[in-house]
Protein backbone atom coordinates (compact mmCIF):
# COMPACT_ATOMS: atom_id res chain seq x y z
CA UNK A 1 0.00 0.00 0.00
CA UNK A 2 2.83 2.63 0.64
CA UNK A 3 4.45 1.42 -2.24
CA UNK A 4 1.24 2.95 -4.21
CA UNK A 5 1.88 6.48 -2.41
CA UNK A 6 5.35 6.61 -3.01
CA UNK A 7 4.23 5.65 -6.76
CA UNK A 8 1.69 8.46 -6.61
CA UNK A 9 -0.55 6.33 -7.72
CA UNK A 10 -3.44 7.72 -6.20
CA UNK A 11 -6.64 8.90 -8.54
CA UNK A 12 -9.22 7.81 -6.37
CA UNK A 13 -7.47 7.77 -3.12
CA UNK A 14 -8.83 10.11 -0.49
CA UNK A 15 -7.15 13.93 0.01
CA UNK A 16 -4.46 12.33 -1.88
CA UNK A 17 -5.50 12.81 -5.74
CA UNK A 18 -4.32 16.56 -6.73
CA UNK A 19 -1.49 16.36 -9.32
CA UNK A 20 0.58 18.76 -6.52
CA UNK A 21 0.13 15.80 -3.80
CA UNK A 22 1.34 13.15 -6.09
CA UNK A 23 4.25 14.87 -7.40
CA UNK A 24 4.91 15.81 -3.39
CA UNK A 25 4.50 11.84 -2.81
CA UNK A 26 6.96 10.86 -5.59
CA UNK A 27 9.40 13.03 -3.65
CA UNK A 28 8.47 11.99 -0.08
CA UNK A 29 8.37 8.41 -0.75
CA UNK A 30 6.47 7.73 2.38
CA UNK A 31 7.52 5.23 4.39
CA UNK A 32 5.47 5.08 7.90
CA UNK A 33 1.44 5.81 8.77
CA UNK A 34 3.01 9.03 10.02
CA UNK A 35 4.95 10.57 7.04
CA UNK A 36 0.73 10.29 5.34
CA UNK A 37 -0.34 12.32 8.47
CA UNK A 38 1.63 15.04 7.66
CA UNK A 39 1.71 15.41 4.00
CA UNK A 40 -2.42 15.57 5.01
CA UNK A 41 -1.71 18.80 7.13
CA UNK A 42 0.92 19.97 5.26
CA UNK A 43 -0.48 20.59 1.92
CA UNK A 44 -2.41 23.19 2.84
CA UNK A 45 -2.31 26.81 1.43
CA UNK A 46 0.42 28.37 4.53
CA UNK A 47 2.47 25.28 5.25
CA UNK A 48 2.82 24.26 1.58
CA UNK A 49 5.93 26.25 2.14
CA UNK A 50 7.41 23.95 4.23
CA UNK A 51 6.75 20.55 2.32
CA UNK A 52 9.80 20.58 0.51
CA UNK A 53 11.92 21.26 4.23
CA UNK A 54 9.83 18.29 5.24
CA UNK A 55 11.45 16.04 2.39
CA UNK A 56 14.72 17.07 2.54
CA UNK A 57 14.94 16.16 6.18
CA UNK A 58 13.67 13.03 6.03
CA UNK A 59 15.83 12.01 3.10
CA UNK A 60 18.84 13.63 4.91
CA UNK A 61 19.38 16.03 2.26
CA UNK A 62 18.89 19.03 5.00
CA UNK A 63 19.95 18.40 8.64
CA UNK A 64 17.38 18.33 11.16
CA UNK A 65 18.07 21.32 13.34
CA UNK A 66 16.32 22.32 16.85
CA UNK A 67 16.61 25.65 18.03
CA UNK A 68 16.41 24.84 21.37
CA UNK A 69 16.68 20.77 22.81
CA UNK A 70 13.20 20.88 24.30
CA UNK A 71 11.98 21.55 21.06
CA UNK A 72 12.96 17.98 20.46
CA UNK A 73 10.48 15.71 22.14
CA UNK A 74 7.54 17.69 19.89
CA UNK A 75 9.18 18.11 17.00
CA UNK A 76 10.97 14.96 16.34
CA UNK A 77 8.41 12.95 14.05
CA UNK A 78 7.81 15.81 11.81
CA UNK A 79 11.68 16.63 11.20
CA UNK A 80 12.07 19.70 13.06
CA UNK A 81 9.13 21.13 11.36
CA UNK A 82 6.42 22.77 13.59
CA UNK A 83 3.00 21.24 11.64
CA UNK A 84 0.18 20.27 14.09
CA UNK A 85 -1.74 22.01 16.80
CA UNK A 86 -1.24 19.79 19.43
CA UNK A 87 2.98 19.86 18.92
CA UNK A 88 2.85 23.51 20.30
CA UNK A 89 0.57 22.35 23.05
CA UNK A 90 3.49 20.18 23.67
CA UNK A 91 5.92 22.73 23.54
CA UNK A 92 3.75 24.97 25.81
CA UNK A 93 4.06 22.30 28.51
CA UNK A 94 7.64 21.37 28.12
CA UNK A 95 9.29 24.71 27.54
CA UNK A 96 6.56 27.00 29.69
CA UNK A 97 5.30 25.08 32.03
CA UNK A 98 1.52 24.89 30.98
CA UNK A 99 -0.81 23.33 32.43
CA UNK A 100 -3.01 20.68 29.89
CA UNK A 101 -6.26 23.03 30.60
CA UNK A 102 -3.83 26.32 29.64
CA UNK A 103 -2.59 24.21 26.37
CA UNK A 104 -5.62 23.49 25.29
CA UNK A 105 -6.94 27.13 25.77
CA UNK A 106 -4.22 28.55 23.51
CA UNK A 107 -4.58 25.09 21.02
CA UNK A 108 -8.55 26.53 21.03
CA UNK A 109 -7.42 30.66 20.55
CA UNK A 110 -4.78 29.26 17.83
CA UNK A 111 -7.25 26.99 15.90
CA UNK A 112 -10.04 29.60 16.05
CA UNK A 113 -8.15 32.50 15.20
CA UNK A 114 -8.64 33.88 18.17
CA UNK A 115 -6.53 37.11 18.44
CA UNK A 116 -8.28 38.75 21.58
CA UNK A 117 -6.92 35.50 24.13
CA UNK A 118 -3.42 35.00 21.80
CA UNK A 119 -2.96 38.10 23.33
CA UNK A 120 -4.12 37.48 26.67
CA UNK A 121 -1.53 34.32 26.93
CA UNK A 122 1.25 35.92 25.01
CA UNK A 123 3.10 37.33 28.77
CA UNK A 124 2.48 34.19 30.62
CA UNK A 125 4.03 32.10 27.21
CA UNK A 126 6.90 34.33 26.82
CA UNK A 127 7.54 34.66 30.84
CA UNK A 128 6.71 30.89 31.19
CA UNK A 129 9.54 29.68 28.63
CA UNK A 130 11.91 32.23 30.13
CA UNK A 131 11.67 31.49 33.67
CA UNK A 132 11.14 27.21 32.90
CA UNK A 133 13.80 26.84 29.83
CA UNK A 134 15.76 29.59 30.87
CA UNK A 135 15.81 31.44 27.41
CA UNK A 136 16.85 34.40 26.07
CA UNK A 137 13.97 37.14 25.86
CA UNK A 138 14.58 37.28 21.90
CA UNK A 139 13.94 33.82 21.71
CA UNK A 140 10.44 33.68 23.75
CA UNK A 141 9.51 36.64 21.81
CA UNK A 142 10.63 35.53 18.19
CA UNK A 143 9.01 31.78 19.33
CA UNK A 144 5.58 32.98 19.69
CA UNK A 145 5.72 35.59 16.52
CA UNK A 146 6.54 31.91 14.75
CA UNK A 147 3.47 30.89 16.88
CA UNK A 148 0.94 33.68 15.76
CA UNK A 149 1.56 32.89 12.15
CA UNK A 150 1.53 29.36 12.50
CA UNK A 151 -2.65 30.00 13.72
CA UNK A 152 -3.03 31.32 10.23
CA UNK A 153 -2.79 27.69 8.65
CA UNK A 154 -2.57 25.21 11.76
CA UNK A 155 -3.96 21.79 11.64
CA UNK A 156 -5.19 19.59 14.13
CA UNK A 157 -3.21 16.19 14.40
CA UNK A 158 -6.12 14.41 15.05
CA UNK A 159 -8.15 15.54 11.90
CA UNK A 160 -5.03 14.80 10.04
CA UNK A 161 -4.71 11.46 11.17
CA UNK A 162 -8.44 10.53 10.28
CA UNK A 163 -7.79 11.96 6.87
CA UNK A 164 -4.83 9.72 6.40
CA UNK A 165 -6.87 6.63 8.37
CA UNK A 166 -9.19 6.66 5.15
CA UNK A 167 -6.24 7.46 2.55
CA UNK A 168 -4.83 4.39 4.05
CA UNK A 169 -7.68 2.54 3.84
CA UNK A 170 -8.82 3.58 0.39
CA UNK A 171 -5.10 2.97 -0.97
CA UNK A 172 -5.40 -0.52 0.12
CA UNK A 173 -8.61 -1.12 -1.51
CA UNK A 174 -6.80 0.38 -5.08
CA UNK A 175 -2.99 -1.51 -3.98
CA UNK A 176 -5.26 -5.17 -3.35
CA UNK A 177 -8.80 -5.36 -5.27
CA UNK A 178 -7.64 -2.58 -8.14
CA UNK A 179 -10.96 -4.14 -10.26
CA UNK A 180 -13.54 -4.10 -7.44
CA UNK A 181 -12.18 -0.66 -6.07
CA UNK A 182 -11.87 1.01 -9.14
CA UNK A 183 -15.83 -0.18 -10.33
CA UNK A 184 -17.03 1.20 -6.92
CA UNK A 185 -15.43 4.56 -7.70
CA UNK A 186 -17.05 4.51 -11.05
CA UNK A 187 -20.46 4.12 -9.38
CA UNK A 188 -20.13 6.54 -7.25
CA UNK A 189 -19.44 8.91 -9.65
CA UNK A 190 -21.47 8.13 -12.45
CA UNK A 191 -23.15 10.73 -13.18
CA UNK A 192 -19.96 13.39 -13.06
CA UNK A 193 -18.63 12.62 -16.57
CA UNK A 194 -15.31 14.51 -15.92
CA UNK A 195 -14.56 12.92 -13.56
CA UNK A 196 -15.59 8.95 -14.80
CA UNK A 197 -13.01 10.60 -17.52
CA UNK A 198 -10.15 10.32 -14.86
CA UNK A 199 -11.15 6.83 -13.40
CA UNK A 200 -11.44 5.34 -17.06
CA UNK A 201 -7.80 6.77 -17.71
CA UNK A 202 -6.72 5.37 -14.71
CA UNK A 203 -8.12 1.88 -15.04
CA UNK A 204 -5.98 1.91 -18.40
CA UNK A 205 -2.64 2.87 -16.60
CA UNK A 206 -4.06 0.34 -14.00
CA UNK A 207 -4.23 -2.56 -17.17
CA UNK A 208 -7.96 -2.91 -16.50
CA UNK A 209 -10.43 -2.74 -19.71
CA UNK A 210 -13.46 -0.74 -19.06
CA UNK A 211 -16.08 -1.96 -21.39
CA UNK A 212 -19.18 -0.46 -22.56
CA UNK A 213 -22.89 -1.62 -21.58
CA UNK A 214 -23.83 -4.51 -22.81
CA UNK A 215 -27.54 -6.10 -21.91
CA UNK A 216 -26.34 -9.95 -20.96
CA UNK A 217 -23.25 -8.49 -18.71
CA UNK A 218 -24.08 -5.51 -17.35
CA UNK A 219 -26.07 -4.59 -14.20
CA UNK A 220 -27.07 -1.61 -12.42
CA UNK A 221 -23.47 0.07 -11.10
CA UNK A 222 -20.35 -0.77 -13.11
CA UNK A 223 -19.66 -4.18 -12.32
CA UNK A 224 -16.14 -6.84 -12.42
CA UNK A 225 -16.22 -9.18 -15.07
CA UNK A 226 -15.63 -12.40 -13.71
CA UNK A 227 -12.33 -13.95 -14.27
CA UNK A 228 -11.51 -11.36 -16.36
CA UNK A 229 -9.13 -8.12 -15.45
CA UNK A 230 -12.49 -5.89 -16.51
CA UNK A 231 -15.13 -3.10 -15.59
CA UNK A 232 -18.62 -3.70 -17.28
CA UNK A 233 -20.08 -0.34 -17.66
CA UNK A 234 -23.07 0.10 -15.53
CA UNK A 235 -26.76 0.63 -17.31
CA UNK A 236 -28.09 2.87 -15.22
CA UNK A 237 -25.03 5.69 -16.09
CA UNK A 238 -26.79 5.21 -19.94
CA UNK A 239 -28.61 8.53 -20.31
CA UNK A 240 -32.48 8.56 -20.70
CA UNK A 241 -31.91 4.44 -19.39
CA UNK A 242 -33.68 4.67 -15.88
CA UNK A 243 -33.61 2.63 -12.73
CA UNK A 244 -37.02 0.76 -13.67
CA UNK A 245 -36.32 0.02 -17.40
CA UNK A 246 -32.53 -1.99 -15.93
CA UNK A 247 -34.26 -4.05 -13.43
CA UNK A 248 -36.55 -4.74 -15.98
CA UNK A 249 -33.51 -6.44 -18.12
CA UNK A 250 -32.05 -8.01 -14.84
CA UNK A 251 -35.65 -9.72 -14.21
CA UNK A 252 -35.74 -11.15 -17.69
CA UNK A 253 -32.34 -12.37 -17.15
CA UNK A 254 -32.95 -14.43 -14.06
CA UNK A 255 -34.26 -16.83 -16.80
CA UNK A 256 -30.97 -16.65 -19.15
CA UNK A 257 -29.10 -14.48 -20.86
CA UNK A 258 -30.82 -13.51 -24.05
CA UNK A 259 -29.64 -15.70 -26.88
CA UNK A 260 -30.82 -12.86 -29.73
CA UNK A 261 -32.70 -9.97 -30.78
CA UNK A 262 -36.02 -11.77 -30.88
CA UNK A 263 -35.15 -12.91 -27.65
CA UNK A 264 -34.39 -9.53 -25.85
CA UNK A 265 -37.82 -7.92 -27.55
CA UNK A 266 -39.83 -10.85 -26.26
CA UNK A 267 -38.50 -11.17 -22.36
CA UNK A 268 -38.47 -7.76 -22.00
CA UNK A 269 -41.08 -5.72 -21.53
CA UNK A 270 -41.54 -2.39 -23.94
CA UNK A 271 -44.21 -0.87 -21.72
CA UNK A 272 -41.16 -0.12 -19.12
CA UNK A 273 -38.40 -0.55 -21.62
CA UNK A 274 -39.62 2.17 -24.08
CA UNK A 275 -38.70 3.54 -27.27
CA UNK A 276 -35.97 6.23 -25.70
CA UNK A 277 -34.62 3.76 -23.41
CA UNK A 278 -34.34 1.07 -26.42
CA UNK A 279 -32.39 3.97 -28.52
CA UNK A 280 -30.44 4.29 -26.04
CA UNK A 281 -29.35 1.29 -25.21
CA UNK A 282 -28.42 0.92 -29.06
CA UNK A 283 -26.45 3.88 -29.33
CA UNK A 284 -24.49 3.21 -26.27
CA UNK A 285 -23.67 0.24 -27.97
CA UNK A 286 -25.59 -2.28 -25.42
CA UNK A 287 -26.91 -4.20 -28.12
CA UNK A 288 -23.81 -4.25 -30.15
CA UNK A 289 -23.61 -8.09 -29.76
CA UNK A 290 -27.07 -8.41 -31.61
CA UNK A 291 -26.24 -6.39 -34.60
CA UNK A 292 -25.00 -3.00 -36.13
CA UNK A 293 -25.89 -0.22 -33.94
CA UNK A 294 -26.64 1.50 -37.33
CA UNK A 295 -28.63 -1.22 -38.55
CA UNK A 296 -31.04 -1.67 -35.20
CA UNK A 297 -31.42 2.20 -35.42
CA UNK A 298 -32.61 2.37 -38.64
CA UNK A 299 -35.22 -0.51 -37.62
CA UNK A 300 -36.14 0.66 -34.50
CA UNK A 301 -39.75 1.27 -35.56
CA UNK A 302 -39.85 -2.71 -36.70
CA UNK A 303 -37.85 -3.47 -33.09
CA UNK A 304 -40.60 -1.66 -30.72
CA UNK A 305 -43.62 -2.80 -33.28
CA UNK A 306 -42.45 -6.56 -32.92
CA UNK A 307 -41.88 -6.59 -29.34
CA UNK A 308 -45.50 -5.02 -29.14
CA UNK A 309 -47.21 -7.30 -31.20
CA UNK A 310 -45.27 -10.63 -29.43
CA UNK A 311 -45.85 -9.30 -25.49
CA UNK A 312 -49.65 -8.54 -26.74
CA UNK A 313 -50.18 -11.97 -28.36
CA UNK A 314 -48.51 -13.22 -25.06
CA UNK A 315 -50.51 -11.59 -22.51
CA UNK A 316 -53.97 -12.29 -24.16
CA UNK A 317 -53.45 -16.30 -24.48
CA UNK A 318 -53.71 -16.02 -28.06
CA UNK A 319 -54.92 -19.78 -29.86
CA UNK A 320 -54.61 -20.53 -33.32
CA UNK A 321 -58.00 -21.35 -35.60
CA UNK A 322 -57.07 -25.16 -34.29
CA UNK A 323 -57.56 -23.90 -31.06
CA UNK A 324 -53.48 -24.63 -30.42
CA UNK A 325 -51.68 -22.31 -28.40
CA UNK A 326 -48.99 -20.28 -29.96
CA UNK A 327 -46.38 -21.33 -27.57
CA UNK A 328 -46.74 -24.93 -28.95
CA UNK A 329 -47.21 -23.87 -32.89
CA UNK A 330 -43.45 -22.34 -33.83
CA UNK A 331 -45.05 -21.39 -37.08
CA UNK A 332 -47.21 -18.70 -35.80
CA UNK A 333 -44.65 -17.10 -34.07
CA UNK A 334 -44.23 -13.84 -35.32
CA UNK A 335 -40.43 -13.24 -37.04
CA UNK A 336 -38.23 -10.06 -36.50
CA UNK A 337 -37.04 -9.12 -39.92
CA UNK A 338 -34.61 -6.37 -40.14
CA UNK A 339 -34.71 -3.92 -43.11
CA UNK A 340 -31.12 -3.05 -44.78
CA UNK A 341 -29.96 0.46 -43.86
CA UNK A 342 -30.00 2.75 -46.35
CA UNK A 343 -27.16 4.89 -45.29
CA UNK A 344 -23.86 3.74 -43.50
CA UNK A 345 -23.03 4.87 -39.70
CA UNK A 346 -19.39 5.78 -39.75
CA UNK A 347 -17.44 5.10 -36.10
CA UNK A 348 -16.80 8.96 -35.47
CA UNK A 349 -20.95 8.79 -35.27
CA UNK A 350 -20.97 6.06 -33.42
CA UNK A 351 -18.24 7.98 -31.04
CA UNK A 352 -20.55 11.01 -31.11
CA UNK A 353 -23.48 8.77 -30.01
CA UNK A 354 -21.50 7.16 -26.49
CA UNK A 355 -20.49 11.00 -25.60
CA UNK A 356 -23.60 12.14 -25.96
CA UNK A 357 -25.07 9.31 -23.86
CA UNK A 358 -22.42 8.09 -21.62
CA UNK A 359 -20.95 11.81 -21.16
CA UNK A 360 -17.58 9.80 -22.65
CA UNK A 361 -15.99 8.35 -25.70
CA UNK A 362 -15.74 4.56 -24.52
CA UNK A 363 -15.19 1.87 -27.45
CA UNK A 364 -12.50 4.40 -28.87
CA UNK A 365 -11.41 8.12 -29.26
CA UNK A 366 -12.10 9.96 -32.21
CA UNK A 367 -8.80 11.51 -32.43
CA UNK A 368 -7.12 7.69 -32.82
CA UNK A 369 -7.43 8.61 -36.46
CA UNK A 370 -5.11 11.63 -36.00
CA UNK A 371 -3.27 10.45 -33.40
CA UNK A 372 -0.04 10.86 -35.76
CA UNK A 373 -0.73 13.97 -36.80
CA UNK A 374 -1.03 15.54 -33.81
CA UNK A 375 2.42 14.39 -32.24
CA UNK A 376 4.19 15.03 -34.62
CA UNK A 377 2.75 18.90 -35.34
CA UNK A 378 1.54 19.81 -31.94
CA UNK A 379 2.62 19.48 -28.43
CA UNK A 380 0.70 17.16 -26.10
CA UNK A 381 -1.57 19.43 -23.53
CA UNK A 382 -0.50 17.42 -20.95
CA UNK A 383 3.33 18.64 -21.21
CA UNK A 384 2.58 22.69 -20.63
CA UNK A 385 3.17 23.61 -17.17
CA UNK A 386 3.34 27.17 -15.60
CA UNK A 387 7.09 27.49 -16.22
CA UNK A 388 5.95 27.95 -20.43
CA UNK A 389 4.27 31.56 -19.71
CA UNK A 390 3.87 33.69 -22.70
CA UNK A 391 5.64 30.75 -24.98
CA UNK A 392 4.58 30.28 -28.32
CA UNK A 393 3.19 27.07 -29.11
CA UNK A 394 1.41 24.24 -31.25
CA UNK A 395 -1.67 22.25 -29.83
CA UNK A 396 -3.99 20.04 -31.03
CA UNK A 397 -7.71 17.97 -30.66
CA UNK A 398 -11.17 18.17 -30.81
CA UNK A 399 -13.48 21.15 -29.51
CA UNK A 400 -15.74 19.48 -27.09
CA UNK A 401 -17.07 22.98 -25.52
CA UNK A 402 -17.56 26.58 -26.78
CA UNK A 403 -18.63 29.29 -25.17
CA UNK A 404 -19.03 32.92 -27.16
CA UNK A 405 -19.69 36.19 -25.00
CA UNK A 406 -20.09 40.06 -26.53
CA UNK A 407 -17.21 42.31 -24.45
CA UNK A 408 -18.30 45.86 -23.23
CA UNK A 409 -17.28 47.14 -26.37
CA UNK A 410 -19.75 45.19 -28.34
CA UNK A 411 -17.10 42.64 -30.13
CA UNK A 412 -17.77 38.76 -29.57
CA UNK A 413 -14.92 36.62 -28.39
CA UNK A 414 -14.97 32.69 -27.37
CA UNK A 415 -13.68 30.19 -24.77
CA UNK A 416 -13.12 27.01 -26.35
CA UNK A 417 -12.24 23.44 -24.43
CA UNK A 418 -9.85 21.38 -26.65
CA UNK A 419 -8.88 17.72 -25.83
CA UNK A 420 -6.26 15.73 -27.05
CA UNK A 421 -5.81 12.13 -26.31
CA UNK A 422 -4.23 13.08 -22.84
CA UNK A 423 -5.36 16.25 -21.40
CA UNK A 424 -7.80 18.98 -21.81
CA UNK A 425 -6.90 22.94 -21.71
CA UNK A 426 -9.14 26.26 -22.40
CA UNK A 427 -8.68 28.34 -25.63
CA UNK A 428 -9.34 32.04 -25.53
CA UNK A 429 -10.04 33.72 -28.27
CA UNK A 430 -9.67 37.71 -28.60
CA UNK A 431 -12.16 39.84 -30.74
CA UNK A 432 -9.01 39.97 -33.46
CA UNK A 433 -8.25 35.98 -33.45
CA UNK A 434 -11.84 35.13 -33.24
CA UNK A 435 -12.95 37.40 -35.87
CA UNK A 436 -10.13 35.87 -37.93
CA UNK A 437 -11.28 32.36 -37.62
CA UNK A 438 -14.78 32.52 -37.59
CA UNK A 439 -16.78 29.44 -38.13
CA UNK A 440 -13.82 27.36 -37.42
CA UNK A 441 -14.87 26.53 -33.85
CA UNK A 442 -17.80 24.02 -34.14
CA UNK A 443 -18.02 21.39 -31.65
CA UNK A 444 -16.48 18.04 -32.85
CA UNK A 445 -14.08 19.45 -35.24
CA UNK A 446 -10.91 19.32 -35.01
CA UNK A 447 -8.35 21.73 -34.89
CA UNK A 448 -4.34 22.51 -34.49
CA UNK A 449 -4.03 26.02 -32.50
CA UNK A 450 -1.09 28.45 -32.26
CA UNK A 451 -1.12 30.73 -29.65
CA UNK A 452 0.48 32.17 -26.83
CA UNK A 453 0.57 29.83 -23.47
CA UNK A 454 -0.91 31.84 -20.27
CA UNK A 455 -0.61 30.77 -16.33
CA UNK A 456 -0.82 33.99 -14.76
CA UNK A 457 -3.26 36.42 -13.92
CA UNK A 458 -2.86 39.99 -14.91
CA UNK A 459 -1.21 40.81 -11.78
CA UNK A 460 1.79 38.14 -12.91
CA UNK A 461 0.50 36.03 -10.19
CA UNK A 462 -0.29 32.23 -10.93
CA UNK A 463 -3.79 31.80 -12.26
CA UNK A 464 -3.30 28.15 -10.93
CA UNK A 465 -4.90 26.63 -14.68
CA UNK A 466 -3.08 27.12 -17.81
CA UNK A 467 -4.98 28.58 -21.35
CA UNK A 468 -3.87 29.06 -24.58
CA UNK A 469 -4.20 32.68 -26.06
CA UNK A 470 -5.23 31.81 -29.93
CA UNK A 471 -3.47 33.69 -32.27
CA UNK A 472 -5.15 31.34 -35.36
CA UNK A 473 -6.22 28.23 -35.76
CA UNK A 474 -7.17 25.65 -38.60
CA UNK A 475 -9.30 22.39 -38.93
CA UNK A 476 -7.27 18.72 -39.54
CA UNK A 477 -9.81 16.73 -41.69
CA UNK A 478 -9.81 12.98 -41.49
CA UNK A 479 -8.56 13.02 -45.04
CA UNK A 480 -5.72 14.92 -44.26
CA UNK A 481 -4.72 12.83 -41.20
CA UNK A 482 -5.12 9.31 -43.19
CA UNK A 483 -3.05 11.22 -45.94
CA UNK A 484 -0.59 12.55 -43.63
CA UNK A 485 2.93 10.74 -44.32
CA UNK A 486 5.16 10.32 -41.28
CA UNK A 487 8.18 11.67 -40.68
CA UNK A 488 9.03 10.53 -37.21
CA UNK A 489 10.21 13.95 -36.23
CA UNK A 490 7.86 15.13 -32.77
CA UNK A 491 7.65 18.71 -31.85
CA UNK A 492 10.38 19.03 -28.44
CA UNK A 493 8.25 20.65 -25.41
CA UNK A 494 10.31 23.78 -24.53
CA UNK A 495 12.32 24.25 -21.32
CA UNK A 496 9.98 25.41 -18.97
CA UNK A 497 11.17 28.71 -17.03
CA UNK A 498 11.97 28.37 -12.88
CA UNK A 499 10.96 32.42 -12.89
CA UNK A 500 9.47 35.13 -14.13
CA UNK A 501 13.31 36.71 -15.45
CA UNK A 502 13.82 33.91 -17.47
CA UNK A 503 10.70 34.06 -18.93
CA UNK A 504 11.56 37.92 -20.47
CA UNK A 505 13.45 36.60 -23.44
CA UNK A 506 10.82 34.97 -24.47
CA UNK A 507 8.87 37.64 -26.81
CA UNK A 508 12.20 38.04 -28.34
CA UNK A 509 12.49 34.55 -29.49
CA UNK A 510 8.70 34.70 -30.55
CA UNK A 511 9.58 37.85 -33.08
CA UNK A 512 12.41 36.32 -34.41
CA UNK A 513 10.97 33.42 -35.30
CA UNK A 514 11.50 32.58 -39.11
CA UNK A 515 8.14 33.97 -41.68
CA UNK A 516 7.80 32.63 -45.31
CA UNK A 517 6.91 35.06 -47.91
CA UNK A 518 5.48 33.92 -51.38
CA UNK A 519 5.47 36.52 -54.23
CA UNK A 520 2.52 35.47 -56.30
CA UNK A 521 1.39 37.91 -59.56
CA UNK A 522 -2.37 37.87 -58.90
CA UNK A 523 -4.75 35.54 -57.17
CA UNK A 524 -5.75 34.31 -60.74
CA UNK A 525 -3.78 31.26 -60.89
CA UNK A 526 -6.30 28.51 -58.77
CA UNK A 527 -4.13 25.81 -59.89
CA UNK A 528 -0.88 27.56 -58.24
CA UNK A 529 -3.70 28.33 -55.16
CA UNK A 530 -4.98 25.05 -54.86
CA UNK A 531 -1.43 23.40 -54.55
CA UNK A 532 0.19 25.89 -51.60
CA UNK A 533 -2.99 25.20 -49.71
CA UNK A 534 -2.61 21.42 -49.83
CA UNK A 535 1.49 21.72 -49.19
CA UNK A 536 0.71 24.09 -46.09
CA UNK A 537 -1.92 21.11 -44.75
CA UNK A 538 0.30 18.65 -45.36
CA UNK A 539 3.44 20.19 -43.98
CA UNK A 540 1.59 22.29 -41.30
CA UNK A 541 3.83 23.93 -38.36
CA UNK A 542 4.82 26.99 -36.62
CA UNK A 543 6.40 29.06 -39.21
CA UNK A 544 3.84 31.79 -40.49
CA UNK A 545 3.29 32.30 -44.18
CA UNK A 546 2.62 35.75 -45.81
CA UNK A 547 1.20 35.60 -49.32
CA UNK A 548 2.76 38.93 -51.13
CA UNK A 549 0.47 39.72 -54.38
CA UNK A 550 2.27 41.92 -56.75
CA UNK A 551 -0.96 43.43 -58.14
CA UNK A 552 -0.40 45.79 -61.06
CA UNK A 553 -2.26 48.27 -59.07
CA UNK A 554 -1.15 47.41 -55.82
CA UNK A 555 1.11 45.43 -53.30
CA UNK A 556 -0.45 43.46 -50.74
CA UNK A 557 0.69 41.25 -48.23
CA UNK A 558 -2.02 38.67 -46.89
CA UNK A 559 -0.89 36.38 -43.92
CA UNK A 560 -2.49 32.60 -44.44
CA UNK A 561 -4.39 31.16 -41.11
CA UNK A 562 -2.03 28.38 -41.31
CA UNK A 563 1.37 27.55 -40.79
CA UNK A 564 4.19 25.46 -42.21
CA UNK A 565 7.07 23.36 -41.07
CA UNK A 566 9.87 24.88 -43.70
CA UNK A 567 11.95 21.87 -42.16
CA UNK A 568 10.99 18.81 -43.28
CA UNK A 569 10.47 19.25 -47.32
CA UNK A 570 7.53 21.28 -47.63
CA UNK A 571 9.68 24.32 -48.28
CA UNK A 572 11.04 22.38 -51.52
CA UNK A 573 7.65 21.75 -53.12
CA UNK A 574 6.55 25.36 -52.80
CA UNK A 575 9.35 26.49 -54.26
CA UNK A 576 8.54 23.94 -57.07
CA UNK A 577 5.06 25.43 -57.10
CA UNK A 578 6.22 28.75 -57.28
CA UNK A 579 9.79 29.43 -58.34
CA UNK A 580 12.64 29.77 -56.00
CA UNK A 581 12.85 33.92 -56.42
CA UNK A 582 9.39 33.54 -55.56
CA UNK A 583 9.75 32.62 -51.70
CA UNK A 584 12.19 34.19 -49.01
CA UNK A 585 12.52 32.73 -45.70
CA UNK A 586 13.31 35.42 -43.38
Known sequence: TLQLFQKGDTTGVFQFESAGMKRYLKELKPTEFDDLIAMNALYRPGPMQFIEDFIDRKHGRKKIVYEHPGLKAALENTYGVLVYQEQFMQISK???????????TLRKAIGKKQRDTMAKMQTTFIEGMIEHSKVPREFAEKFWARLEAFADYCFNKVHSACYATIAYQTAYLKAHFPSAFMAALMTSDYDDTDRLAIEITECSHMGIEVLPPDVNESYVEFAVVPEKNAIRFGMTAIKNVGTGAVEEILRARTEGQFE????????????????????????????????????????????????????????????????????????FKPKLELAPSDNSTDQRE?????????????????????KTILEEKCLPIKSLEEGHDGRSVVIGGTITDMREITTKNGQKMAFVKITDLEGEIEAILFPSSYQQTYGLWARDKVVLIRGKVSAKDKNGNSAGEIKILVDDGREITSEQALAYQPTGKKIKVPKASTSSKKRMPVKEETAKAPKLYIKLDSTDDQKTLLGLKKTIDTHSGPTDVILVLNDSNKKQAIKLPGGIDHTNGGLEEIRQLVGADNIKLS
Not at 94 to 104: H, K, R, Y
Not at 355 to 364: A, P
Request: include cysteine.
Open 350 to 370: YLLWERELLGLYLSSHPLEQF
Open 94 to 104: DMCGFTGGQAD
Open 260 to 331: NLEDFLTRVSCRIVNRKALESLIKSGALDRFGDRGELLFNLDNLLAFASRVQKQADSGQTDIFGLSTDTVET
